[in-house]
């Protein structure tokens, strides 16, 4: 079982950064694949980035590409998403989420984080 708690969301404006921070409990967090996760306000919920247990691998959606990194630390049961240049269409609720498998599709993370908002103003 591995609970998830995600911070750091906030307002901030175009071309701002933010760090997201997920921590996790339990003791196999460094079994798990971490991935985040965002969902705007009538739009469906979309992949953002992916790293492996081991954090040798990463994975990131087309529009945050070049913008947006994805770590973890292990020791500190927690994964980061450093956020840079923002725009307002990165607006969302952001949730980070475990799977044994390293994927992009939601339907393959088994645990949850319950969100944190993120707001781009122009």
């Known amino acids: 079982q591995v609970q998830l708690v995600e911070s750091g969301g906030g307002l901030v404006q175009a071309g701002g950064s933010l760090r997201l921070s997920c921590a996790a409990s339990?003791?196999?967090?460094?079994?798990?694949?971490m991935g985040w996760f965002r969902q705007a306000p009538g739009k469906e919920r979309e992949f953002v980035a992916a790293i492996r247990w081991s954090g040798g691998n990463t994975y990131y959606a087309d529009s945050v590409k070049g913008r947006f990194t994805i770590s973890r630390d292990n020791a500190k049961n927690t994964v980061y998403l450093q956020m840079n240049s923002l725009k307002p269409e990165d607006t969302a609720v952001y949730y980070c989420a475990a799977t044994m498998v390293f994927t992009t599709y939601a339907d393959e993370y088994d645990y949850w984080g319950q969100g944190t908002q993120v707001a781009v103003s122009a």
């Open positions: 339990g003791r196999t967090f460094s079994s798990y694949a």
